[in-house]
C-alpha cells in the first residue's frame, strides 16, 4: 500500500507534461509542466476554467491528443507502459480495457444508428473480454446498478429514444464493459438534473470503490468535486494552482486564484418593474403526447415582458417538451399557446415569419448547436438575412453589432470557425444567432449546465443585461437550482408532465413546499466532502430514494 492515506500501488504517472494546440497553423502550448499521480482505487479531481487543460490532461492519461493537438514533451506511464513511446497498437489495446472514457456529452458521442446494448457490447466483445451473450447480460447488470429504468429492456432503444441524462448513465455502463483500471470521467453529470445527479454521483462512486477503480474526475462544480474526489488539481491556463487532499482544499485554499473559484456565483437578478400586465406569452392548458404516450398534462403559466420564468424539473419532466410544444415543434392535442394574447398555430409550419420571429431558443450544447463549418459570419448572419432580409454592407453591419452586444470582438471573431472558440464563446455565438431574429421571447435551454462556473456567470450577467436592454422575455430551462436563484423572477416545478408548483422566485425558496419541491432543494450538492454519503444514508434509512430511477 502506498502512503496516500490507504490507496494502492502507483497506476498513472505523469512528469513534465507539455501539450501543444494548433491555431492558424502556429502552435501554441496549451498544457505547460504538469505533473501528475495516481494510485490504484483513487479519485483525483481536476478543476480550472474553460481553457485550463482539464480535458486536454484527461485525454492525454489515454496516450491521446485530439485532432489539432500533440502531446510535445514529458512522460506518461500507465502501470509501467510508457505511452509517449508505446506504439499506437499498444496504446489502442489500453483503450477501452484498461483506460476507458465518459464524455461530457452522450449525445454526441453514441452512434444514432445502433440500439445502446450493441454499443455496449462491441467493446468487450472486439476486445475478447467476453462473448456477446455474456455482454448483453452484463449491461443489463450495470443498467441496473445505475438505476436505469427496465434495465432489461432499455438497451434495445436506440440513443434518440432515452432522455439525455439516461443516455450519459448508459454511456457510465459502457464505460465500465471492460473493467478498466482506470476511468476519465469528462463532466458526465453535466447533463443531469440534480435528482439523477445525486442517483448516478452515488452509483459512479460505489462502482469505483466495488471494483478498486482509479479515476480522473474532470469538473466545474465544485460541490460535486468534493463528493467525489480523494484529492483535488486546480489547473488555470494549462498550468497546476495548487493540490491537495479534498478536505484540505474545501476548507483551505492557499492560492487566491482557487479562493476565487471558491466564492462564484456572487450574481443574484435584481427584479425589473413588470412594464405590462397582460402576459406575453401564455401556456394554456396544454396537453400534448408522442405517438400514443402522454407527456404533458394541463400545463399552464404566463411569462411577462423583461421577466424571466425558470422552468425546473428531472430529466422527463416534460420541461423541453413544453419548449417544443411554445415553438410549434409538437402540436398540442388539447390547449393552445397565445403571444400579446393571439393564438399561435400548434404547427410550425403553419406560422408565419412573424410569428416565428418573435420566439427564439438557445440550446444547451452549443458545440452539436452550430455548424462547425460554417464561419460565425455565417451563423449570425443567416437569421438576419431570413428574418429581416438585409444583405450586403447592412447585413455585415449587423452582424458586428450582434457580436459587440455579445461582447466579442466584431474584427476578431466575424471569420472564425466554431472550432476556434472556447464553449463560453460559442454559447455567446448561439445567443447572438438568437437575438438576430429580433425576437421578444428567448427559450434559454441549459444553456450554461456545460460551461465552469465563472464562464456560466458571465453568461447569466450578459442574458440578464441584454432583457434590460431589450426588454426581453425568457423561458429559462435548467435543472441548476444555483443559477434558478440567479437570474429566475417566477420559477415553474414539474414531474412527470405536471406542474407541481409554481410561483415568486423567494416563495419557492422558501418552506413549506411540494413534497417533490423538497426533494429538489434537497438534491444540490454542498461543499461538504461527507455530504453525499450523509444524504444516501440519511435516504436510504428514511426509505426516500429519489423518483429518478424510474424517470
Same mark, same amino acid.
Given at each position: ?357 418573435? %420566439? ?9 448547436? =452550430?455548424?462547425? $463549418?460554417? @464561419? *460565425?459570419? /455565417?451563423?449570425?448572419? +443567416? ?98 437550482? %444555483? ?9 415553474? =416545478?414539474?414531474? $412527470?408532465? @405536471? *406542474?407541481? /408548483?409554481?410561483?415568486? +422566485? ?46
Amino acid at each position: 500500500m502506498s502512503s496516500d492515506g490507504g490507496k494502492g500501488d502507483l497506476l498513472l504517472t505523469m512528469r513534465g507534461l507539455r501539450i501543444e494546440g494548433q491555431s492558424d497553423e502556429e502552435w501554441h502550448e496549451i498544457v505547460k509542466g504538469v505533473d501528475l499521480d495516481l494510485h490504484r482505487g483513487e479519485v483525483l479531481g481536476l478543476i480550472g476554467e474553460s481553457g485550463a487543460g482539464k480535458s486536454t490532461i484527461g485525454l492525454a492519461a489515454m496516450g491521446f491528443a485530439r485532432p489539432g493537438c500533440r502531446i510535445s514533451a514529458g512522460e506518461i506511464v500507465f502501470d509501467g507502459v510508457d505511452l509517449m513511446k508505446a506504439s499506437e497498437s499498444t496504446k489502442r489495446k489500453l483503450r477501452g480495457v484498461r483506460i476507458a472514457y465518459v464524455a461530457q456529452s452522450a449525445a454526441a458521442s453514441f452512434n444514432p444508428a445502433h440500439r445502446l446494448i450493441d454499443q455496449f457490447s462491441e467493446g468487450p466483445v472486439e476486445h475478447g473480454v467476453s462473448g456477446r451473450a455474456e455482454a448483453e447480460s452484463d449491461a443489463r447488470e450495470l443498467y441496473g446498478k445505475l438505476l436505469l429504468p427496465d434495465p432489461d429492456r432499455i438497451g434495445y432503444r436506440y440513443p434518440h429514444q432515452v432522455s439525455g441524462g439516461q443516455l450519459q448513465r448508459a454511456m457510465t455502463a459502457m464505460a465500465m464493459a471492460c473493467r478498466p483500471d482506470l476511468i476519465i470521467f469528462d463532466e458526465p453529470t453535466t447533463a443531469l438534473d440534480v435528482t439523477t445527479q445525486i442517483e448516478v454521483l452515488a452509483t459512479i462512486k460505489n462502482i469505483v470503490e466495488e471494483f478498486d477503480t482509479a479515476a480522473i474526475y474532470i469538473t466545474h462544480d465544485l460541490a460535486v468535486v468534493a463528493q467525489m474526489a480523494d484529492r483535488i488539481k486546480v489547473l488555470r491556463f494549462g498550468e497546476t494552482v495548487e493540490e491537495a487532499d479534498t478536505a484540505t482544499m474545501m476548507t483551505s485554499p492557499q492560492q487566491e486564484y482557487t479562493k476565487t473559484l471558491w466564492a462564484v456565483r456572487s450574481f443574484k437578478k435584481e427584479p425589473i418593474p413588470a412594464k405590462s400586465k397582460e402576459p406575453l406569452v401564455s401556456v394554456k392548458n396544454v396537453t400534448a403526447a408522442y405517438g400514443a404516450v402522454p407527456v404533458l398534462h394541463d400545463v399552464s403559466f404566463d411569462i411577462y415582458r423583461g421577466k424571466t420564468v425558470a422552468v425546473v424539473g428531472e430529466s422527463g419532466s416534460g420541461k423541453s417538451t413544453t419548449a417544443r410544444v411554445i415553438t410549434g415543434l409538437l402540436p398540442p392535442r388539447e390547449g393552445q399557446v397565445l403571444v400579446n394574447g393571439e393564438p399561435l398555430p400548434g404547427d410550425y409550419r403553419h406560422r408565419t415569419k412573424a410569428q416565428l420571429r418573435h %420566439a427564439q431558443m438557445i440550446y444547451q450544447m452549443a458545440d452539436t448547436a =452550430v455548424n462547425p $463549418k460554417q @464561419r *460565425i459570419r /455565417e451563423i449570425i448572419g +443567416r437569421p438576419v438575412s431570413f428574418y429581416l432580409g438585409l444583405s450586403g454592407r447592412r447585413l455585415e453591419e449587423r452582424i458586428r453589432e450582434l457580436l459587440s452586444l455579445i461582447e466579442l470582438e466584431p474584427d476578431k471573431f466575424i471569420d472564425r470557425f466554431p472550432g476556434e472558440l472556447s464553449g463560453g464563446q460559442k454559447q455567446r455565438i448561439c445567443i447572438a444567432r438568437a437575438l438576430a431574429a429580433e425576437p421578444e421571447f428567448i427559450i434559454c435551454d441549459e444553456v450554461t449546465s456545460a460551461l465552469d462556473q465563472i464562464v456560466a456567470e458571465g453568461i447569466l450577467r450578459l442574458l440578464d443585461r441584454l432583457q434590460r436592454e431589450l426588454d426581453l422575455a425568457y423561458m429559462f430551462i435548467t435543472h441548476d437550482l %444555483a443559477t434558478v436563484r440567479a437570474i429566475s423572477d417566477e420559477v415553474v =416545478v414539474m414531474l $412527470k408532465g @405536471r *406542474i407541481v /408548483e409554481q410561483g415568486p +422566485r423567494e416563495e419557492m425558496f422558501t418552506p413549506p413546499h411540494h413534497e417533490y419541491t423538497d426533494l429538489l432543494l434537497s438534491s444540490v450538492p454542498e461543499m461538504d466532502p461527507h455530504w453525499l454519503d450523509d444524504l444516501m444514508e440519511r435516504r436510504r434509512r428514511d426509505g426516500m430514494m429519489a423518483s429518478t430511477s424510474t424517470s
